[in-house]
């Protein structure tokens, strides 16, 4: 057989089992990529101090806005034509 299709078919033989090694570990590095998520996640909602039943209601709120075309949710402050708030006038 030629050589350079032998080594053709050698390299293809090696590509492939290196294929199969990163896919056998990828399901692991996905699941080790979530738990960070998710760590970093209760770290910042630790940091907020925010009580369940608040986080709960901001993201119903949050999901109710977005799904109706999400309008943008009234400002607590008017602000002035000269740029400062209502409340510092």
């Known amino acids: 057989m030629n050589?350079?299709?032998q080594k053709v078919i050698r390299d293809i033989e090696r590509t492939k089992?290196?294929?199969?090694?990163?896919?056998?570990?990828?399901?692991?590095?996905?699941r080790q990529k979530t738990e960070l998520e998710n760590?970093?996640?209760?770290?910042?909602?630790?940091?907020?101090?925010?009580?369940?039943a608040d986080l709960t209601a901001f993201i119903?709120?949050?999901?109710?806005?977005?799904?109706?075309?999400?309008?943008?949710?009234a400002p607590k402050h008017n602000i002035l034509e000269d740029g400062t708030h209502e409340n510092e006038v």
Do not use: H
Request: aromatic letters at 4%; zero cysteines.
């Open 39 to 52: 760590s970093e996640f209760i770290k910042v909602l630790r940091s907020a101090d925010v009580a369940p």
């Open 17 to 30: 089992a290196k294929v199969t090694e990163l896919q056998a570990l990828l399901p692991d590095l996905e």
């Open 60 to 73: 119903e709120a949050y999901k109710m806005n977005r799904d109706s075309g999400g309008a943008q949710p």
């Open 3 to 5: 050589p350079k299709l």
